[in-house]
């Protein structure tokens, strides 16, 4: 399996709670772009998985936009403080699929970024937003058992 990490875009600093924060004018721009680039060059997942934080689901649902018939998900286990253990427990569900998307939060992304590369600190890996992690899952999904494909901020794309 394909599996594609994609930190929400730019939200808005401030809001009534940190749940209802949606995306800035500049993170719809660096969503669509980043749907864009998908399609561009074939990295288009069979789902999406979403945090249903709002600024995630936004993402989301812009990336999917750009996308021809990509499934969207929202699953609660991708909201803010996601486990990487529980995580990786609930992407197995969707072992059928070549390639899935995530999309959600800082740190919990390179948390379990650095868990399937079997990184010992996920400090390693510095997920910015809107930019997406794309590996490889031979196998299984478990620690240690990704293989990095790429790496790429929403700068690039």
């Known amino acids: ?28 721009e660096q969503a669509r772009r980043v749907g864009r680039y998908c399609g561009k060059h074939g990295l288009v997942p069979q789902v999406i998985l979403t945090s249903p934080v709002t600024r995630a689901l936004q993402t989301a649902k812009l990336v999917a936009g750009q996308l021809d018939g990509v499934e969207l998900t929202e699953v609660p286990w991708a909201a803010c403080g996601m486990d990487p253990l529980e ?5 197995k569900a969707y072992a059928e699929f070549d390639s899935v998307m995530l999309v959600g939060h800082q740190p919990d992304l390179g948390l379990l970024a650095a868990s399937l590369l079997g990184l010992p600190r996920a400090a390693a890996l510095r997920v910015r937003k809107a930019l997406l992690v794309g590996i490889e899952l031979e196998g299984n999904c478990s620690a240690g058992a990704g293989v990095l494909q790429f790496f790429l901020p929403v700068q690039l794309m």
């Open 87 to 91: 995580a990786l427990a609930e992407i």
């Open 1 to 28: 399996m394909q599996l594609h990490l994609l930190r929400h875009a730019e939200a808005e600093s401030f809001a009534p709670s940190d749940a209802a924060r949606t995306l800035t004018a500049k993170g719809t």
